[in-house]
């Protein structure tokens, strides 16, 4: 299991929702992404900082780790690139993919830490297939 400590690439923003996670013992990627909206919102009511926007976010980061085997670093880009769900990454072709993420680089100005290729991004579309 992978710890937290992958959330750190997490920008600036996300403080206060690492920071509860941590306080919540929720120490783990399969135990973000385990959280339902129920919980999610009942975290808002505790702590007014936190936007449930980005739990969600959190969590989708750790979907994809959990169940696509993605580095942090991956997952956190294709979130970026606009791809928030397994349903979403599963209606994609590798080519319409790395558009989507060469087009986030291009925006942002910097390359991906990541060494993408289409062979990759084929086989989390094959996976997500199978787990939706």
Not at 20 to 44: A, V
Not at 108 to 126: A, D, F, P
């Amino acid at each position: 299991m992978n710890k937290i400590r992958d959330c750190e690439i997490l920008p600036v923003n996300f403080r206060h929702e690492k920071e509860f996670l941590k306080n919540k013992n929720l120490s783990t990627w399969e135990s973000i992404h385990k959280l339902t909206d129920n919980e999610i919102s009942q975290f808002l009511q505790q702590k007014s900082l936190c936007t449930e926007s980005r739990f969600k976010k959190i969590r989708a980061i750790a979907l994809f780790i959990v169940k696509l085997n993605l580095t942090s670093h991956q997952a956190y880009l294709l979130l970026h690139a606009g791809i928030g769900s397994l349903k979403t990454l599963s209606t994609l072709n590798p080519y319409s993919l790395e558009q989507k993420i060469g087009r986030l680089e291009r925006k942002m100005g910097v390359r991906t830490q990541t060494n993408i290729n289409q062979k990759l991004l084929k086989g989390w579309i094959e996976r997500s297939k199978d787990l939706i």
